[in-house]
Each structure stands twice: as C-alpha cells, then as structure tokens.
C-alpha cells in the first residue's frame, strides 16, 4: 500500500545546529514534494517546493533534496534558532492530482537555546 | 495581501446535526482545497474545486461535501455529524497549479461534535 513516513515524530536539537528532516514514501511516483511548517493551532505554511527531476533546493537556511532511487526527501535547517521549533510536514503531490497533497504526519522540531 | 480565511474558528456541534464551513482563498486563486487534520490520522485531503467545478475528491463518505461559487470562495458540509468528524479542518488555495506555487492554508475550523 501507498506510505509516506515522516521518521522521527520528535527531534530535539541545540541552537546553531543543523536539523535535519527525513521523509521516506513508499508505492507512489510523486511529482512533486513539498514541505511545510505547522504552529500549533494555525494552519501549515508552505516553505519549499522541489520537482522530482530535481536534486536539490535552497531557500535562505532552508535546504531541501529529492532522492527518486532512496524514494526520500531530507530537510535542512541550518544554524536552527529557537523560532524555528514548530512541526515540519512533507507532502508529495502525484501528476494529475491538482490539489491533492498527500502528507506525513509531521516531525515535531524542538530548538534549545 | 489578505490571506485565506475560514470561518468560524471554532465550531460545537451535537451528533446527527449538520455543520457548514467557509473559505474565502487569497483574491486571485481560483483552486481551493479542503482537509481534515486529526492527531491520529494527520493531514487528509477531502475534495479540491477549481472555476466551481469538483476535480478531485478523497476518501470520504458522502456526507462530506462542498461547493465553490464564482467568486471562488467555497463551503464544505457535512451531514449527520459523527463524534469522530471532531477535527481541524484546512482549506487551502494555489494561484495555479499547486506544483508550481505551494498552497496557502487557512488557520482552520476547529470543529467539536459532542
């Protein structure tokens, strides 16, 4: 059946670190993946976008990759701040289905100063 | 520029009751989406309309509908409310297809069905 893993619920990291995210999918062909920060009680906002002919994409101290062989996607989030602790969803998007994301179930993000 | 706006916030409903939510997307947007977050399941996608015509629906029962009018906003309904349709529920619009731009969610309908 079609899966979409988000492998850690939780990470707990220290200020100035690199977080690192893992999204891992299994029996689907995506398109396209995207991922996304959730507060509590807001709805997620959309941070990176990445095509699946694409390796690699950067946005500030954001860096996202795309590995179509490891069927996975990692998350960077450079030099982490405690403004930064929220829960981080990936979603893929399969070509065809127009606005149906299909998500994990989040990692929670802690940044200790 | 204004973001996309549901309301109401917070809804309390009584089993068997039906419940409408509202979402007007960012000006422009002619795609709106709709899912259902619960701790247990996370996010689900529930139908998507684009022009007022439905181009995609998820897997829920027919209880679960929605429309979209000429202006772009849309509502969602649901019928005979369940205890287990307590949920946050997410609307979210894209400028084109989703693709390209990401999509833009709303704070949510937080609904209780006591």
């Known amino acids: 059946s079609q899966k979409i893993e988000q492998n850690s619920e939780a990470l707990n990291i220290q200020e100035g670190k690199t977080a690192t995210l893992t999204c891992n999918y299994t029996n689907y062909s995506p398109a396209y993946l995207q991922w996304y920060r959730q507060d509590p009680g807001r709805g997620p906002v959309f941070l990176l976008l990445?095509?699946?002919?694409?390796k690699e994409k950067r946005k500030e101290r954001l860096k996202v990759t795309f590995d179509t062989t490891l069927k996975q996607s990692l998350f960077h989030i450079t030099a982490s701040q405690p403004a930064d602790s929220a829960t981080y969803l990936c979603a893929f998007q399969q070509w065809g289905s127009q606005g149906n994301l299909i998500f994990g179930k989040g990692t929670k993000l802690s940044v200790k100063p | 520029k204004a973001g996309v706006t549901q309301t109401p916030r917070y809804l309390i409903k009584t089993r068997g009751q039906q419940v409408t939510l509202s979402c007007s997307p960012i000006?422009?947007?002619?795609?709106v989406s709709w899912y259902q977050q619960t701790p247990g399941q996370g996010l689900q996608f529930l139908f998507e309309y684009f022009s007022e015509t439905q181009r995609n629906k998820g897997n829920f029962p027919g209880r679960f509908s929605g429309r979209q009018f000429s202006n772009s906003r849309s509502e969602m309904n649901v019928s005979t409310l369940e205890l287990g349709d307590s949920a946050l529920y997410l609307c979210?619009?894209?400028?084109?297809?989703?693709?390209?731009?990401?999509?833009?969610f709303g704070s949510g309908t937080r609904l209780t069905v006591v």
């Open positions: 979210a619009s894209s400028a084109g297809p989703g693709q390209n731009y990401g999509y833009t």
């Open positions: 000006s422009g947007h002619r795609s």
């Open positions: 990445i095509r699946e002919n694409e």
